[in-house]
Nanobody
Framework: QVQLAESGGGLVQAGGSLRLSCKGS????????MGWFRQAPGKERVFAAG????????YYENSVKGRFTISRENSKNTVYLQMNSLNPEDTAVYFC?????????????????WGQGTQVTVSS
């Protein structure tokens, strides 16, 4: 059983950067593949980035590839999402999630544990 808590969201101008953090508790995060999802106003929650249990493999949705970097420090039980070159289309609530299955997935149904989310707002 693991609990997740996101932090680092806020208001940023277009072209700026933010780094989100996801802190795990209750269970070591190295037991899980991790994902970042986001939900823009009026839209469904969708996959943004994923990282396997060790950090050796990553996977990105096309619109964030080259701009976002997912990483993890298992010794700190923390997963990060570095977001650069932000644009207003990135405005969303960002959620981290944990998946105990064997392979990385971009499907919400594969992730069993979710944080509360952190708001990212990008102004034009």
């Amino acid at each position: 059983q693991v609990q997740l808590a996101e932090s680092g969201g806020g208001l940023v101008q277009a072209g700026g950067s933010l780094r989100l953090s996801c802190k795990g508790s209750g269970s070591p995060l190295n037991n899980y593949n991790m994902g970042w999802f986001r939900q823009a106003p009026g839209k469904e929650r969708v996959f943004a980035a994923g990282i396997n249990w060790s950090g050796g493999s990553t996977y990105y949705e096309n619109s964030v590839k080259g701009r976002f970097t997912i990483s993890r420090e298992n010794s700190k039980n923390t997963v990060y999402l570095q977001m650069n070159s932000l644009n207003p289309e990135d405005t969303a609530v960002y959620f981290c999630a944990a998946d105990s299955s064997q392979y990385l997935s971009d499907s919400r149904a594969k992730y069993n544990y979710w944080g509360q989310g952190t708001q990212v707002t990008v102004s034009s």
